[in-house]
Structure formats: structure tokens, C-alpha cells
């Protein structure tokens, strides 16, 4: 029997509602393979229990999870009772940062029954591999002088470590999928890291022969994820620009209640954590509307990471079904429950 150890936070909000969904189908998953057991520990980490506590978890709270195989984390924010840098800051940044969880990964892929706003169906299965750690999103930088003579310089930082690795996992990625790795550029116009990004992207590309490549502007690219979505396999690309292409991913799939994310750890130390795109969507919470597909399609991906491929591949067809099957929440275009939903997809899967 293998036993996988999960350190679940739904934390705030719908979080609450579809993680308990997405657990449920995992204990179906489990059943259905016969020698997977999943054990969880829940941890009520959330913005109520800031309002408890003082903080969005305890001092040791890295240390219960540093024991689990993954982390399978709801959502977290609540700006009526925690201001989002604090809740955000106190808990997802702290664990993404201190477990380092350099790589963020996050499929754009057309679901079967799913219309997407790009009309007619495209059949794009795009991963996008963003870099999680540097790059952009540096506090290095200051304003100096004032008034009209104010100047402002905001530095990224682009380390030869934090570029390779994430290009490599782009690469050990496509050669499980399409063999196709597509990186972000801009070096006509910013012309100290963006030629560095291409200059690694070439040295990585060179060890992996079997893989086609190529380089586009992230402009040009924004515009390719409308335009012809299927011809992209995993886009990798720096964090601000890895970051503006997730949300595209995430609208052209149709709605923000389906799409998933993986937060990696490479070295093995700490583990990854896995989430949905969306929030905690307090406009909806409570009225068991919320979309429960974000977060299973999320257990698929940690079941991926965790070497269960099979089962992750029986899951998201289970969830294609269900969506092809017509029972859907509002946010696609359905009028079913949050849990009609997850009976469905449950359904399916027994029928597997
Ligand atoms: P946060 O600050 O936590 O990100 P937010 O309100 O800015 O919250 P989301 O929570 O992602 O962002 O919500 C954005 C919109 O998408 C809201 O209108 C919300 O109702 C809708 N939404 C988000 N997740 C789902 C879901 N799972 N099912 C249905 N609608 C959703
Ligand atoms: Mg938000």
C-alpha cells in the first residue's frame, strides 16, 4: 500500500467549499487503484484564524508541513478581515518561498464540454512553466531626486541557477508531452536579461536534442494564445511574463473556477504545493455555487507529481465527461451545485 501524505489548507472563502469536493474525489481515486491511501492533516489556516491568532498560521507551522508528501492548499485571502499583503505574505509567499518552490506550473488546455471564449474548439493543451523565485519581481530599486527631477529604477534579477533550472524543467516536461518547448523573449527591447534568458535557453536546448524550440516576443506570443493556441506545447518564460500568460491560459479555458497550478520544489527538500487559479471568491461563497473542477483538476496535477499518472489521467477524463455530460456550475454556462458536480465526476470515475 502506498500511503501519501497530504498537508491540506483550504483557508478562505470557497476554499472552504471545493477542497473538501476535491478530497472526496481523491478518496474515490484511492478506492478505485487499490493500493494508493491518501492521509491527510487539515490545518485551519485562514484569515479567521488571523482574526484568532495574530497570525495566518504558528511559528512552527512550516515544520507539520516539511512531513507531508504535498501540500493541497484551497485559497487564501479575506480583505474583510485581513488585509491581502498580510494574509498572502503569512502564509502562500511564506510557504512558497521558504520550501522553494521556484517553479510555478499551470495548464492551459481546452477541456472536452468546456466552450472557450476563443469560440470554436481549438483543442490547445499548452503548459506554461513560470519561473517563481526572481526575474522581475525584485525589491532591489529605489526613487531618487523628487518632483520633475524624479527618477524611479526598478532592477530584475536573472541568475545563471534560477534561468537554467526552470528552462531544464521546461524541457524534462516536453519530452513527457508534445517534445515542443516555446520561451518568452523580449531581447529587442530589454537588453540585458532577456538576451541572457535566450543565451541559456540555447545552452539547455542543446542537451535535449529530441525537442523542438523556438523563441517569440512575450507580445507576440500574448497574441499566439489568442490566435493559434494548439500549436504551443509548455511556454516557458520568465516570472512577470510567465505570470501575465497564466491569466490569458486561464481565460481562454473559459473560466477562472477550472484552472489549476503546481508551486515545484526541485531539490527535494521541502514539498510542492498545489492550488487553484481562483481566489476565494467571497461574492460567491456560501451559496454552493463555487466551480469544484479548479481544485480537482488540481488533485490531477498533484497526483501527476506524485508519479500517478494513470490515475491522473483517468481523473481529468472523468471531469471532461462530466462537463460533456452537461452538469455544470454557473460560471460555465450549467446550473448544477458544487457538489452535483463532484457527484458527477465521482460518478464517472466509478464508471471507469
Ligand atoms: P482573491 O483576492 O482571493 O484572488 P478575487 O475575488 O480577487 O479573490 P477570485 O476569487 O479568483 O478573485 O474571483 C474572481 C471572480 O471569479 C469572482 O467573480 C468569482 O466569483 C469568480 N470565481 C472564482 N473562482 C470561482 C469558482 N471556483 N467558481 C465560480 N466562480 C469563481
Ligand atoms: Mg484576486
Same mark, same amino acid.
Given at each position: 500500500m502506498k500511503q501519501i501524505k497530504l498537508a491540506v489548507i483550504a483557508g478562505d472563502g470557497i476554499g472552504k467549499e471545493v477542497v473538501p469536493e476535491a478530497l472526496r474525489v481523491l478518496d474515490v481515486v484511492a478506492e478505485i487503484h487499490g493500493g494508493l491511501k491518501f492521509s491527510s492533516t487539515y490545518h485551519p489556516w485562514s484569515s479567521e484564524y488571523y482574526v484568532q491568532h495574530?497570525?495566518?498560521?504558528?511559528?512552527d507551522g512550516l515544520s507539520h508541513l516539511t512531513q507531508s508528501d504535498a501540500i493541497f492548499l484551497g485559497a487564501v485571502g479575506d480583505s474583510s478581515l485581513v488585509a491581502d499583503h498580510i494574509s498572502l505574505g503569512g502564509l502562500l509567499l511564506k510557504i512558497r518561498r521558504e520550501f522553494e518552490q521556484v517553479i510555478n506550473i499551470r495548464p492551459a488546455k481546452q477541456l472536452k464540454g468546456i466552450v472557450s471564449?476563443?469560440?470554436?474548439? *481549438?483543442n490547445f493543451d499548452i503548459m506554461i512553466v513560470r519561473e517563481n523565485s526572481? $526575474?522581475?519581481?525584485?525589491s532591489i530599486g529605489g526613487r531618487v531626486h523628487s518632483g520633475e527631477d524624479e527618477i524611479v529604477i526598478q532592477n530584475a534579477v536573472f541568475t545563471k541557477k534560477g534561468v537554467s533550472r526552470v528552462i531544464n524543467y521546461a524541457f524534462e516536461l516536453a519530452q513527457k508531452r508534445s517534445s515542443h518547448v516555446t520561451s518568452a523573449t523580449k531581447s529587442n527591447g530589454i537588453v540585458h536579461s532577456m538576451p541572457f534568458w535566450d543565451e541559456v535557453f540555447k545552452e539547455v536546448a542543446g542537451n535535449y536534442g529530441d525537442v523542438q524550440t523556438n523563441s517569440e516576443h512575450i507580445d507576440a506570443l500574448s497574441a499566439f494564445f489568442i490566435t &493559434?493556441? *494548439?500549436?504551443?506545447d509548455v511556454v516557458v518564460a520568465s516570472n512577470l511574463f510567465g505570470d501575465i500568460l497564466s491569466d490569458i491560459g486561464a481565460a481562454i479555458m473559459g473560466s477562472i473556477g477550472i484552472a489549476p497550478s503546481g508551486n515545484i520544489n526541485?531539490? $527535494? &527538500?521541502y514539498p510542492s504545493m498545489f492550488e487553484p487559479?481562483?481566489?476565494? @471568491?467571497?461574492? /460567491?461563497? $456560501?451559496? $454552493? /455555487? @463555487?466551480?469544484?473542477v479548479g481544485q480537482i483538476w488540481t488533485a490531477k496535477m498533484m497526483l501527476d507529481h506524485l508519479g500517478e499518472h494513470e490515475m491522473g489521467r483517468i481523473l481529468l477524463d472523468a471531469i471532461e465527461e462530466s462537463m460533456q455530460s452537461g452538469i &455544470?456550475? @454557473?460560471? /460555465?454556462g450549467g446550473n448544477s451545485s458544487t457538489s452535483e458536480v463532484t457527484d458527477e465526476i465521482i460518478h464517472k470515475l466509478r464508471n471507469k
Amino acid at each position: 500500500m502506498k500511503q501519501i501524505k497530504l498537508a491540506v489548507i483550504a483557508g478562505d472563502g470557497i476554499g472552504k467549499e471545493v477542497v473538501p469536493e476535491a478530497l472526496r474525489v481523491l478518496d474515490v481515486v484511492a478506492e478505485i487503484h487499490g493500493g494508493l491511501k491518501f492521509s491527510s492533516t487539515y490545518h485551519p489556516w485562514s484569515s479567521e484564524y488571523y482574526v484568532q491568532h495574530g497570525e495566518m498560521m504558528p511559528k512552527d507551522g512550516l515544520s507539520h508541513l516539511t512531513q507531508s508528501d504535498a501540500i493541497f492548499l484551497g485559497a487564501v485571502g479575506d480583505s474583510s478581515l485581513v488585509a491581502d499583503h498580510i494574509s498572502l505574505g503569512g502564509l502562500l509567499l511564506k510557504i512558497r518561498r521558504e520550501f522553494e518552490q521556484v517553479i510555478n506550473i499551470r495548464p492551459a488546455k481546452q477541456l472536452k464540454g468546456i466552450v472557450s471564449p476563443l469560440g470554436n474548439p *481549438q483543442n490547445f493543451d499548452i503548459m506554461i512553466v513560470r519561473e517563481n523565485s526572481e $526575474g522581475e519581481y525584485s525589491s532591489i530599486g529605489g526613487r531618487v531626486h523628487s518632483g520633475e527631477d524624479e527618477i524611479v529604477i526598478q532592477n530584475a534579477v536573472f541568475t545563471k541557477k534560477g534561468v537554467s533550472r526552470v528552462i531544464n524543467y521546461a524541457f524534462e516536461l516536453a519530452q513527457k508531452r508534445s517534445s515542443h518547448v516555446t520561451s518568452a523573449t523580449k531581447s529587442n527591447g530589454i537588453v540585458h536579461s532577456m538576451p541572457f534568458w535566450d543565451e541559456v535557453f540555447k545552452e539547455v536546448a542543446g542537451n535535449y536534442g529530441d525537442v523542438q524550440t523556438n523563441s517569440e516576443h512575450i507580445d507576440a506570443l500574448s497574441a499566439f494564445f489568442i490566435t &493559434k493556441p *494548439q500549436t504551443l506545447d509548455v511556454v516557458v518564460a520568465s516570472n512577470l511574463f510567465g505570470d501575465i500568460l497564466s491569466d490569458i491560459g486561464a481565460a481562454i479555458m473559459g473560466s477562472i473556477g477550472i484552472a489549476p497550478s503546481g508551486n515545484i520544489n526541485l531539490n $527535494g &527538500k521541502y514539498p510542492s504545493m498545489f492550488e487553484p487559479v481562483h481566489g476565494s @471568491a467571497p461574492d /460567491i461563497f $456560501g451559496k $454552493g /455555487i @463555487a466551480n469544484p473542477v479548479g481544485q480537482i483538476w488540481t488533485a490531477k496535477m498533484m497526483l501527476d507529481h506524485l508519479g500517478e499518472h494513470e490515475m491522473g489521467r483517468i481523473l481529468l477524463d472523468a471531469i471532461e465527461e462530466s462537463m460533456q455530460s452537461g452538469i &455544470k456550475t @454557473a460560471d /460555465i454556462g450549467g446550473n448544477s451545485s458544487t457538489s452535483e458536480v463532484t457527484d458527477e465526476i465521482i460518478h464517472k470515475l466509478r464508471n471507469k
